[in-house]
């Protein structure tokens, strides 16, 4: 697990496939204009604002360590196995649900969204969770031509909710999270940013590969 309480400024994050330099997907002169970066990750998934409100997760794993045929993992069986761990973690206010490709309370509003990457008998899947959101740094972003069908062409407003309206305090979120993997059975261990680059780079050299890409700044 590596959870992330925050981003250290406001940003606009586009999945792999974005193209154009982001037109299609933001107001790029109003971003710009007010100093939002725009960012293209390595993974697939929509477009985020990221902000020191948003929460960030992403679990990287063994697929047969989460019950799934480490031959054959996709993206919809990496989030049904993340949904099973999210549904006890949010079990409390709300009733969670997995619908599409994003979480939702009461089958209808948006607070997580993610994007996967999956290779050779693992996964990454990573999640951004609104805790809150700055309603002007969301009017950036543009109604995507391609949106989950239980949208219903709602705006972002109506579309989206947060872990504060829902009565969730942030300094448990990722507490919880850890008692519920402790739960299922695995060892969870505080480390800081530092130790687990070193855990990362020691993996790469092992396995005799390279590191991702994972970012680039538009």
Not at 97 to 106: G, K, L, Q
Not at 125 to 147: I, V
Not at 177 to 189: A, N
Request: hydrophobic share 40%; net charge neutral.
């Amino acid at each position: 697990l590596v959870c992330a309480d925050g981003a250290s400024r406001t940003s606009i994050v586009m999945g792999v496939s974005a193209r154009d330099g982001g037109a299609s997907l933001v107001h790029v002169d109003a971003a710009r204009a007010r100093g939002v970066d725009l960012i293209r990750r390595f993974t697939g998934g929509g477009t985020v604002v990221v902000d020191r409100d948003t929460m960030f997760v992403s679990v990287c794993v063994a697929s047969a360590c989460v019950g799934l045929d480490p031959k054959a993992t996709y993206p919809r069986d990496a989030m049904q196995a993340t949904g099973d761990v999210y549904a006890r973690v949010f079990d409390r206010c709300g009733t969670f649900a997995v619908r599409e490709n994003d979480y939702v309370f009461d089958g209808a509003f948006k607070f997580g969204g993610n994007a996967q990457a999956i290779t050779k008998g693992r996964f990454l899947h990573h999640t951004s969770f609104l805790y809150d959101y700055d309603e002007a740094s969301m009017a950036l972003l543009k109604q995507p031509a391609r949106a989950p069908e239980y949208r219903s062409g709602r705006a972002h407003g109506e579309f989206v909710t947060t872990l504060r309206e829902r009565g969730y305090r942030r300094e448990d979120v990722f507490d919880r999270l850890c008692e519920v993997m402790r739960e299922r059975g695995f060892e969870t261990i505080d480390v800081g940013f530092e130790d687990a680059e070193r855990a990362v780079d020691d993996a790469v050299r092992a396995a005799g590969t390279t590191r991702w890409h994972t970012t680039t700044v538009l």
